[in-house]
């Protein structure tokens, strides 16, 4: 991730399930940002499946997203793959992900390109050594509770029209509920709950 993108910090714990309503803080200064604290998928949060965590970041350009989520919530078992169907289920989890382009619908006024992909994972699938943008996949722990994490980098051209981020990971994955994201940009910081109903994040 770029440093701007790290030094930012944004992580929020997920909602309990089932939590369908949407909340946003657009508070243009930093005393109005959303709460932060330990990402519910990440080291030392709470575990829960059929949730995922996004962070967005938009500096200039560049377009960061990183989306972090129990492995269950994508392929319905956590351990290592034991048949070919599991490592059937992982291979393709790894396709739809390493595709940011599909994933994020975003303003076609922007001019976004998508320049890279990093996925981490305690049992990768894929062949390759590198994703697109030469990025390499990262290995995860593999301990009692397997996660994966993503990451995408964009180019905009127009930034000023990135206005919204439209998520179709709910498509792509009908284990998951719930997305708790959250983003800055130069109008700000904010965060929402996306579901499947309500998955357009404005930022």
């Given at each position: 991730m770029a440093p701007f993108f790290v030094a930012l910090a944004l992580s929020a714990a997920l909602l309990p399930p089932g939590?369908?309503?949407?909340?946003?803080?657009?508070?243009?200064?930093?005393?109005?940002a959303a709460p932060r604290a330990a990402p519910a998928t990440m080291a030392g949060g709470a575990h829960e499946h059929g949730l995922a965590a996004l962070r967005v970041a938009v500096d200039g350009g560049a377009l960061e997203i990183e989306l972090a989520t129990p492995l269950d919530t994508l392929v319905g078992?956590?351990?290592?793959?034991?048949?070919?169907?599991?490592?059937?289920?992982?291979?393709a989890a790894e396709r739809g992900l390493r595709d940011g382009a599909a994933l994020f619908g975003l303003p076609?006024?922007?001019?976004?390109?998508?320049?890279?992909?990093?996925?981490?994972?305690p049992w990768r699938q894929s062949e390759d050594r590198a994703d697109a943008g030469g990025a390499a996949h990262v290995q995860a722990g593999d301990g009692d509770h397997?996660?994966?994490?993503?990451?995408?980098?964009?180019?905009?051209?127009?930034?000023?029209?990135?206005?919204a981020l439209q998520?179709?990971?709910?498509e792509l994955?009908?284990?998951?509920r719930a997305v708790r994201a959250e983003w800055a940009s130069a109008h700000g910081q904010g965060a929402a709950t996306l579901t499947p109903k309500q998955a357009r994040?404005?930022?």
């Open positions: 939590a369908a309503a949407q909340h946003e803080d657009r508070g243009r200064h930093p005393e109005h078992f956590e351990h290592a793959p034991r048949t070919a169907a599991q490592r059937a289920a992982l291979q076609e006024a922007a001019g976004c390109a998508l320049m890279a992909v990093s996925l981490a994972s397997g996660e994966l994490v993503a990451g995408y980098r964009f180019q905009c051209a127009r930034p000023q029209a990135l206005d998520l179709r990971l709910f994955f009908p284990r998951l994040l404005g930022l």
